[in-house]
């Protein structure tokens, strides 16, 4: 059963993010996500995040589908012109990949080749109106195309604004609906009550909410996270990731616990971030 079958009979979906290699090596990708494959409902391959350069997510998804593990491409604005993004696009569908997630890009001073130069020559509203339109049988010039994709899309959502903030991404959040998206991915989340104005405001019975849930893999990452990338950790949480003897297996349990507050809550699914514990994600799903 694909993902947008799982969507629409209710299924709780599990997803788990997969990083394509910086190299050609695919072994670790292929040997973590087959490890959990019976638990996961599909794998999102991100293009390129942070805007470190390593194998594009459509070569990183075209490895997994190619075994028979179901994918999220991502697609990014930020390195491509509007004729190579469609390109892709048509490849990803024509290789078998009917998931896709439309993304802006970080800046290219953020990644590992500074002297990059973004292209951006449509912006994400643009993107989903590409992808809309290739649906239709045409390009954005208007020509016609030999098949037409069917794609199940998805985009980011802020689940942490608030004040006038949260309706400006509550606005944004309808626009691409309109122009068919079909789930949003949030960031990640260690206390539902942060989101708590997010979720007042939306009905998530008709709109596919799916939160991050990140592996915390030591007490320094949980304080950057806090102080440099807007994410709240409460000093608690802190606490009792630095009393634990095992900071992995007290991970794991924090995990745990908020997968199935996420699930209570009635959100759509879960997306988890290993942030290079991969290895561990069996454990995880385990407890699951």
């Known amino acids: 059963m694909h993902l947008k079958n799982k969507f629409d009979v209710g299924k709780f979906t599990i997803l788990a993010e997969m990083q394509p290699p910086k190299g050609v090596n695919v072994s670790a990708m292929i040997n973590s996500a087959t490890r959990v494959r019976k638990?996961?409902?599909a794998f999102l391959v991100p293009e390129m995040g942070?805007?470190?350069m390593r194998m594009s997510a459509l070569g990183g998804a075209?490895?997994?589908?190619?075994?028979?593990?179901?994918?999220?491409?991502?697609?990014?604005?930020?390195?491509?012109n509007r004729i190579a993004l469609q390109a892709d696009l048509l490849a990803a569908y024509g290789c078998g990949i009917i998931n896709i997630m439309g993304v802006s890009g970080e800046d290219p001073s953020l990644g590992d080749h500074h002297q990059t130069k973004a292209v951006h020559d449509i912006d994400l509203m643009t993107l989903f109106k590409a992808i809309s339109t290739l649906q239709t049988g045409k390009?954005?010039?208007g020509n016609e195309l030999s098949g037409a994709p069917e794609f199940l899309v998805g985009a980011t959502v802020n689940a942490r604004a608030t004040g006038d903030e949260?309706?400006?991404?509550?606005?944004?959040m309808e626009e691409k609906t309109e122009a068919g998206v079909d789930f949003f991915i949030a960031p990640p989340v260690f206390d539902l009550g942060t989101i708590a104005p997010f979720r007042e405001k939306v009905d998530l019975k008709k709109t596919r909410?799916?939160?991050?849930?990140?592996?915390?893999k030591s007490v320094g990452m949980a304080r950057y996270l806090t102080r440099h990338l807007n994410v709240t950790i409460s000093q608690d949480l802190i606490k009792r990731l630095m009393r634990a003897p095992d900071k992995a297996t007290e991970s794991l349990s924090i995990a745990t616990e908020i997968i199935a507050a996420v699930k209570e809550a009635g959100f759509a699914?879960?997306?988890?971030?290993?942030?290079?514990?991969?290895d561990k994600l069996q454990k995880l799903l385990d407890r699951v």
Request: net charge negative; proline share 2%; charged share 25%.
């Open 166 to 172: 949260l309706e400006k991404k509550l606005a944004e």
């Open 209 to 216: 909410i799916i939160p991050t849930v990140m592996l915390l």
């Open 50 to 52: 942070n805007a470190i």
């Open 269 to 278: 699914g879960v997306m988890i971030s290993a942030m290079g514990w991969e």
């Open 139 to 141: 390009d954005l010039a």
């Open 39 to 41: 638990a996961v409902d």
């Open 62 to 80: 075209m490895v997994l589908q190619s075994r028979g593990m179901e994918t999220i491409m991502q697609v990014n604005c930020r390195d491509r």
